[in-house]
């Protein structure tokens, strides 16, 4: 069965920490692996990854993809409170498969 | 924003009835994707219209169908409600092309709330 599997499910941290999100996938006929920040309603793309090993980066989060271990990170430094949201992974093959997501809550 | 609309916000139905959800899509892309996502839960696949064609369908039943017109607009008909329809239903659009085929952009969704 396809699936995707985020971890952790929640985070609290402080303005400042460094944090990494985890995301694990079993997908037939893989193609990319996505994550989302969803704050309120709609999910805001963040990246899209398609090859092992290359890290993408935009401002203080950065995401990359292992496609032997069939995982993703997302690291984000220096937190901010607007980073506060929960953080989707998807993964697309025959379809799009999303995670539970991570909710990340930054204390001031 | 992304450009993607959907109407309405929200609504309140009652078992049994049925409903219409409508998206229309960022300019130029001409895929439509729909997505129920329940409290606490990422979002579920339901299908995907491409150029007016269902292109992938989820683990929904037939009650849910959709349509997506010549302007790439799209609908979502929900027949015979049912409480557990409850959720934010989203829709994403794309444009279906080699280079970056997957890059969704989402529209705000609409809360459903099936009583």
């Known amino acids: 069965e396809d699936k995707v599997v985020q971890s952790p499910l929640s985070l609290v941290v402080h303005e400042g920490d460094t944090v990494t999100l985890n995301c694990s996938y079993e997908v037939t006929n893989f193609r990319s692996l996505l994550w989302y920040k969803q704050e309120k309603k709609a999910p805001t793309f963040l990246f899209m990854l398609?090859?092992?090993?290359i890290e993408k980066k935009s401002g203080r989060l950065s995401s990359i993809l292992d496609k032997k271990e069939l995982f993703s990170i997302l690291n984000i430094t220096a937190t901010q409170t607007g980073d506060s949201a929960v953080y989707l992974c998807a993964a697309t093959g025959n379809q799009f498969y999303f995670g539970t997501g991570t909710s990340l809550t930054v204390i001031p | 924003e992304t450009g993607v609309t959907q109407s309405p916000t929200h609504l309140i139905k009652t078992r049994g009835q049925q409903v219409t959800l409508r998206c229309s899509s960022q300019s130029g892309h001409n895929t439509v994707s729909w997505y129920q996502q329940a409290l606490g839960q990422g979002p579920q696949f339901i299908f995907q219209y491409y150029r007016e064609e269902e292109n992938g369908r989820g683990n929904f039943p037939p009650r849910f169908s959709g349509l997506q017109f010549p302007n790439y607009s799209s609908e979502l008909n929900v027949n015979a409600l049912e409480l557990d329809d409850s959720a934010l239903y989203l829709c994403?659009?794309?444009?279906?092309?080699?280079?970056?085929?997957?890059?969704?952009?989402f529209g705000p969704g609409t809360r459903l709330t099936v009583l």
């Open positions: 398609t090859s092992s090993g």
């Open positions: 994403a659009s794309s444009l279906e092309t080699r280079l970056n085929p997957d890059t969704q952009y």
